[in-house]
Nanobody
């Protein structure tokens, strides 16, 4: 079992910056791809960015050039640095992690979500 603890988020003005972090803990053999998703009111959850265990990154076109995803494998933690925030970035941000369980099953787990509000 893997648990994710997210931190960061909050209220920021347009053009501002915020940083999110998500730490995985529990029993597992390996952590694979870690990513951030978001869900705005009335919209479906969408991928923001993800990063493989080797550091390969993937970004939604709407955040490319403004957001940066990174990870510390030794800490099983993924980060999302969000710059030049826009009101349309307002959403609940969720961390998702793929991992190999102790019984050799490929599994995924979601964090509880953290609210990011971009407003003046």
């Amino acid at each position: 079992q893997v648990q994710l603890v997210e931190s960061g988020g909050g209220l920021v003005q347009p053009g501002g910056s915020l940083s999110l972090s998500c730490a995985a803990s529990g029993s597992f053999l390996a952590i694979d791809t870690m990513g951030w998703y978001r869900q705005a009111p009335g919209k479906e959850r969408e991928l923001v960015a993800d990063i493989t265990s080797f550091g390969l990154t993937n970004y939604a076109s709407s955040v490319k050039g403004r957001f940066t995803i990174s990870r510390e494998n030794a800490k099983n933690t993924v980060y999302l640095q969000m710059n030049s925030l826009k009101p349309e970035d307002t959403a609940v941000y969720y961390c998702k992690t793929a991992y190999l369980s102790t019984s050799y099953w490929n599994r995924e787990v979601w964090g509880q979500g953290t609210l990011v509000t971009v407003s003046s």
